[in-house]
C-alpha cells in the first residue's frame, strides 16, 4: 500500500507542478494578481506537500525494512544501524533523486513567500521553477520511481554500499543539493526577469539572495565530501580531482562568480548580461552535475548509477534546460542597460576580472571533465588527472588570490589604485607573507606550495586591514564581516592546502605487533590487533600508541552483505596538523612473519581546509542575511 500511495503522490506532484508552469505563466499574462496565480501558488504548495509526504513514506520504509520496494532491498538490510537506514533513503539514485525534486518544490515555495516584490517577475519564475519541477518528476515518474515493487522480495535486502554508510555522508547529499537546486531560483528568477525586461539593477537585486543561500549550501556540501573523502577512502588527501568532485567544483566556481557579478550589476549597473548568463550557466551546470554522476559515463565512487538510459533522460533534460534558458538570454539580454562606464583601476574592473578569471577557471574544469569522454566516443583512451588540473587551475586560483584583497580599497567607477595601496597599507601585507614563505622554505615545502602559503598569507594581511579600515562604517558591519570572514576563509584554504602540498611522504610499511613506524618525527608503536565486529560488519582493531601516549585505533572491515572490505583510518588531531593512521590486509612476510600493510602519514595545518570552508559557508549565509535584512545606503554602497 505504501509503495502505491508514493508512486500516486509523485503523479500528483508531476501534474500539479505542470498545473503550476502553465497558470503562473497566464497569471504573469493577466497582470500578476487574480485567481489564476492563486491557482499557480497553491499547485505549488501541493506539489511541495506531496513530494514530502512521498519523501517520508520512503524514510518509513527504509525504517521498517520493506524489501518489497525494489529501491530499499537494494540500499537497506535488515542488520544496518538506525542511522545509515535513514540516509540510503537518499543514498541512492532513486530516494536523491526525490530530494532533487523536493528541493525544488521548496524554493518555489519560498519564491512565491519571499520571491521578487514585481508580482509579473515572480509569476514568471514560478512558471519557470514549475517547469523544472515537471521534468524532474516525469524522469522520477517514468525512468527512476524509488516505489517500484520487486517480486518476490528478498528476506534481508542488499545493503547500501559500506563506504557510504558514514554520519558526513547522511548529511552530505542534503546539504550538495541544497546548493545544486537552490541554483535553480537564480535560474527561474533570471529566467523571468529577462522575460519581462526587468531593469539589470531589479535583476540583479532579485537574484542575488538566492545565489547567495544555494551557494553557501553547495560551501557546505562540497567540504562533507571533501572531509568524507579524506578519512573515510582513505586516499589521505582533501581534494582529488575526482570527476563528480568536479561536478560540483564547476556550478561553485560559477556561482562565485554570480555573487560578486550581481554586487556590480545592483550597485553600478555593471555586467548586467553577464549576471543573467551566470544565473542560468551555474544551474545548468547542476544538472550537467547530474549527468555526470547518474549515467554512467563516468566511473567514481561517488556515482549514484550507471544507467545509460537514465543518463538519456538527464541529457535531455540538460538540453532542454540550456535551450530554454539560453534562448530567453538570447531573445531579451538587448534590453539589459549597461551602467555608467568605470575606470580599469576601480572596483567594477577588479571584481570584472575576477569573473573572468573564476569563469575560466571553471571552463578548464569543464573541459578537463569532458575531454576524455569525448576522445573515448571518437575512439581514444585518455586519462586527464591531477597534474593536468593543477597546472591550468592553480596558476588562476594564484591570480585571483592575489588581487582579492584590494577590491575592498577600490572606489566605484572612479580609478584610486594609489589611494587605495595608501588605505590599506599594502606594504604591511607583505611583512606576514615574508615570514609564512620564510618558515614553509625551512620547512623544506616546494616552491608551489611555499608560492601558495605566501598569497595565504597576503590575502589574510589584506582581509584584517580591510575590517580594520572600515570598521566604523555605519549600517555596514553585518556586509563587512561577511565578506571578511569568506576572503579569510579562501586564505586559509590556501595555507591549508599549501602545508597539505608540503608535508611528508607517507609511509607505508608491513608490520607486526611490537614493531614501531616514525612519521614526522612521531613514533608509533603496534601495540596488538583484536576484533572489533559491528551490527553488519567484522572487524579487526589495531592499536598503536604514539610517543606522548596517545592511544589511534584503525580498523580494517569486512561487510559479509556487501563483500567489500573497507578502511577506517584513525586520526589524531593537534594545532600542527593530523597523525593519520590506517590498517590494510595482513602478509607473509620475507621473515616469515605475520604482518600487516599500515599506512602513516602526517598531514600539517589541514584543519586549516575545514576551517576555511565554514568560514566562507558562514561569510555566504551572512551576506544573504545582510542582503535581505538590510535597506541600501550609501554607506553600504561602499561594501560589497
Known amino acids: 500500500m505504501i509503495a502505491e500511495l508514493g508512486r500516486y503522490l509523485i503523479a500528483m506532484a508531476l501534474l500539479a507542478s505542470l498545473v503550476q508552469m502553465v497558470f503562473a505563466w497566464l497569471g504573469a499574462n493577466r497582470g500578476g494578481e487574480g485567481p489564476l496565480s492563486h491557482v499557480a501558488k497553491a499547485s505549488n504548495e501541493v506539489a511541495t506537500v506531496s513530494a514530502f509526504v512521498a519523501f517520508l513514506l520512503l524514510i518509513y520504509s527504509f525504517v521498517r525494512s520493506d524489501f518489497s520496494i525494489a529501491y530499499v532491498a537494494a540500499k537497506s538490510h535488515v542488520d544496518k544501524p538506525m542511522l545509515y537506514k535513514v540516509a540510503a533513503a537518499w543514498g541512492g539514485h532513486e530516494g536523491s533523486m526525490l530530494l532533487w525534486c523536493l528541493i525544488l518544490c521548496l524554493f518555489a515555495l519560498a519564491m512565491v513567500h519571499f520571491g521578487p516584490k514585481l508580482a509579473r517577475m515572480r509569476l ?69 526577469g529577462l522575460w519581462e525586461k526587468v531593469a539589470a539593477k531589479d535583476l540583479a537585486r532579485a537574484i542575488r539572495p538566492w545565489a547567495l543561500f544555494a551557494w553557501s549550501g553547495l560551501t557546505a556540501g562540497i567540504a562533507l565530501g571533501a572531509y568524507w573523502a579524506y578519512y573515510e577512502l582513505g586516499w589521505g588527501g582533501w581534494w582529488f580531482w575526482d570527476p ?20 556590480a550589476t545592483e550597485k553600478r549597473g555593471a555586467f548586467p548580461g553577464w549576471t543573467a548568463f551566470l544565473a542560468l550557466l551555474a544551474f545548468i551546470l547542476s544538472i550537467l552535475g547530474a549527468f555526470l554522476v547518474r549515467s554512467g559515463v563516468l566511473t567514481s565512487v561517488h556515482a549514484f548509477a550507471l544507467d545509460p538510459e537514465r543518463g538519456m533522460w538527464i541529457l535531455a533534460m540538460l538540453a532542454f534546460a540550456a535551450l530554454v534558458g539560453m534562448g530567453v538570454f538570447a531573445l531579451r539580454v538587448t534590453h539589459l542597460k549597461e551602467g555608467e562606464g568605470f575606470a580599469p583601476t576601480s572596483r567594477e574592473a577588479l571584481i570584472g576580472a575576477n569573473n573572468l578569471l573564476l ?282
Open 244 to 263: 563528480v568532485e568536479n561536478a560540483s567544483f564547476m556550478p561553485w566556481l560559477v556561482g562565485a562568480a554570480l555573487i560578486h557579478s550581481a554586487i
Open 124 to 192: 514568471r519564475a514560478l512558471s519557470f521553477q514549475g517547469g523544472l519541477q515537471g521534468l524532474f518528476f516525469a524522469f522520477l515518474a517514468l525512468a527512476s520511481n524509488p516505489f517500484d515493487r520487486v517480486d518476490p522480495a528478498p528476506l534481508a535486502g542488499a545493503d547500501l554500499n559500506p563506504i557510504l554508510q558514514d554520519p558526513a555522508l547522511a548529511f552530505h547529499p542534503p546539504m550538495l543539493y541544497i546548493g545544486y537546486v537552490g541554483l535553480s531560483a537564480a535560474f527561474a528568477i533570471a529566467a523571468g
Open 359 to 640: 569563469a575560466a577557471s571553471a571552463g578548464v574544469v569543464l573541459v578537463g571533465t569532458l575531454y576524455p569522454l569525448l576522445a573515448e566516443v571518437l575512439g581514444a583512451r585518455v586519462s586527464v588527472g591531477a597534474p593536468y588540473f593543477n597546472a591550468t587551475t592553480v596558476p588562476i586560483f594564484f591570480i585571483m588570490l592575489v588581487l582579492l584583497p584590494f577590491a575592498a580599497f577600490l572606489p566605484w567607477a572612479k580609478g584610486g589604485m594609489k589611494r587605495a595601496l595608501a588605505m590599506g597599507k599594502v606594504v604591511l601585507w607583505c611583512i606576514p607573507m615574508v615570514i609564512v614563505g620564510a618558515i614553509f622554505a625551512v620547512m623544506g615545502a616546494p616552491f608551489m606550495a611555499i608560492v601558495a602559503a605566501m598569497i595565504g598569507a597576503w590575502v589574510l594581511a589584506g582581509v584584517s586591514m580591510d575590517l580594520w579600515a572600515h570598521r566604523q562604517l555605519e549600517g555596514s558591519r553585518l556586509a563587512l564581516w561577511a565578506r571578511g570572514l569568506a576572503h579569510a576563509g579562501v586564505a586559509l584554504i590556501a595555507l591549508g592546502a599549501a602545508a597539505d602540498a608540503a608535508r611528508p611522504a607517507d609511509k607505508n610499511p608491513l608490520m607486526a605487533p611490537g614493531e614501531s613506524v616514525t612519521i614526522a618525527e612521531r613514533t608509533l608503536r603496534f601495540e596488538a590487533l583484536s576484533r572489533a565486529d559491528g551490527p553488519n560488519y567484522l572487524a579487526d582493531r589495531a592499536r598503536f600508541t604514539t610517543d606522548s601516549g596517545a592511544v589511534m585505533a584503525p580498523e580494517r572491515r569486512f561487510y559479509p552483505v556487501a563483500n567489500q572490505n573497507t578502511r577506517e583510518v584513525a586520526i589524531r588531531s593537534s594545532l600542527m596538523g593530523d597523525l593519520y593512521m590506517a590498517i590494510g590486509e595482513p602478509r607473509m612476510r620475507e621473515d616469515g612473519q605475520l604482518a600487516y600493510e599500515v599506512r602513516a602519514a602526517f598531514h600539517p595545518l589541514i584543519w586549516a581546509l575545514g576551517l576555511g570552508a565554514l568560514m566562507i559557508m558562514l561569510g555566504g549565509m551572512l551576506a544573504f542575511i545582510a542582503h535581505t535584512h538590510s535597506r541600501q545606503s550609501v554607506s553600504e554602497d561602499s561594501l560589497a
